[in-house]
């Protein structure tokens, strides 16, 4: 049993989660098994976001599942990718389907 859905049972309401993932991995394979942790999720937040494959891909699992998602903010922290990337990056994250019809989705440049 992964360590997500050992959390997930323990709460079954879990609302934030806060999740660092410093090596990459597969995702697809990891996330499709968790897919139900996103339906009480309200707000997600992608720190140092690049606009990278995997970090999309996820966005696109947490959107279509999220339920009760509030709010994804997408981090940036390179001034450079930030002008160049963001607003193709927003565009397809703004094309996915939502399960949640009121969530925001925000891009934002950090410090």
């Not at 050992?6 to 996330?31: G, T, Y």
């Not at 696109?60 to 990056?89: C, I, P, Q």
């Not at 969530?103 to 440049?109: D, H, P, Q, R």
């Amino acid at each position: 049993m992964s360590v997500v859905m050992r959390i997930r049972r323990c709460c079954p309401n879990l609302e934030s989660f806060h999740l660092i993932v410093e090596e990459e991995i597969l995702w697809p394979k990891v996330w499709k098994l968790d897919e139900f942790l996103a339906c009480h999720l309200k707000q997600v937040e992608f720190l140092e976001f690049h606009g990278e494959k995997q970090k999309v891909d996820m966005a696109r699992l947490l959107l279509e599942h999220g339920n009760e998602l509030e709010e994804m903010v997408f981090s940036w922290r390179d001034k450079v990718n930030y002008h160049e990337k963001s607003t193709e990056a927003m565009k397809e994250v703004s094309k996915f389907y939502k399960a949640s019809s009121t969530v925001k989705l925000i891009t934002l440049l950090k410090d």
